[in-house]
């Protein structure tokens, strides 16, 4: 399985990335022929022109919204005109994982009627629990946000990916990270500020939980532009041991089990 950072911003588009979207790519057979399989963890603001630096969008299997502010899925509006008016022809419908009320907030963010929206272009489905696409195995685990959110635990190639999506400190988010191989982790906020709860994870909670539950490489993701990166990555240093290094937009992580 491979992992591609797409957009790894946080809360908006800054200078050097987009928002969130991470690509995830893995070998399964489908039919007669082995082929690669891509799905993306959420499309925020700004990833989808990024996307097509590494893969034709039209390649695409399956999107995962983590939740619903527009940092994780505006970029679905984009999408749904490059499949609906593409000149190879309307593309075939795929699906689309989200919360409650997904396919009503894609609507409205492109002022559609909210009775056909983007139905057409995209099978709008609701995190109900764990499920199949191809070689991914897929775990969705609620989270603590303001909206309904959640982390994702991806498997493939006998590894795991656990993906926090946007939290602040909670027992989910400790499922999420337990003995993954990779865990990205969003740190957000700085430790002595005056942060609200509920909402986000500064560097410190990330290398805690991390090394808590035993997550084998750290990935801190979804740092604010206004913040200086390094902060996050020296909170997180003092806590955890393993593997750990910052996002950035082009990175890729090979994640298999070769024993």
Known sequence: MRLTVVGCSGSYPGPDSPASCYLLEAEHQDGAEPRTWRILLDLGSGALGALQ????PLSIDAVLLSHLHADHCLDLAGYYVLRKYHPLGHQPRIPVWGPPDTANR?????????????????????????????????????????????GLRVSADGATLGYSGDTGPCPGL?????????????ASF???????????????????????VGSKRLVLTHIPPWFDKADALAEAEALY???????????????RNDS
């Not at 041991?241 to 994640?255: C, D, I, M």
């Open 174 to 186: 400790d499922e999420v990270a337990r003995g993954v191989d990779l865990l990205l982790a969003e």
């Open 190 to 212: 700085r430790t002595g500020d005056n942060n609200p709860g509920s909402l986000h994870l500064t560097g410190a909670d990330c290398g805690e939980v991390a090394s808590r």
């Open 106 to 150: 894609m609507a409205r963010a492109y002022d559609l009627d909210e009775v056909t929206g983007m139905h057409e272009e995209f099978d709008f489905r609701i995190w109900r629990g764990p499920l199949q696409i191809g070689p991914f195995a897929i775990d969705p685990i609620p989270v603590d946000h303001p909206i309904d959110a959640f």
């Open 241 to 255: 041991s393993g593997p750990l290094e910052l996002a950035r937009a082009g990175a890729t992580y090979e994640l």
């Open 53 to 56: 630096t590494y893969v034709d």
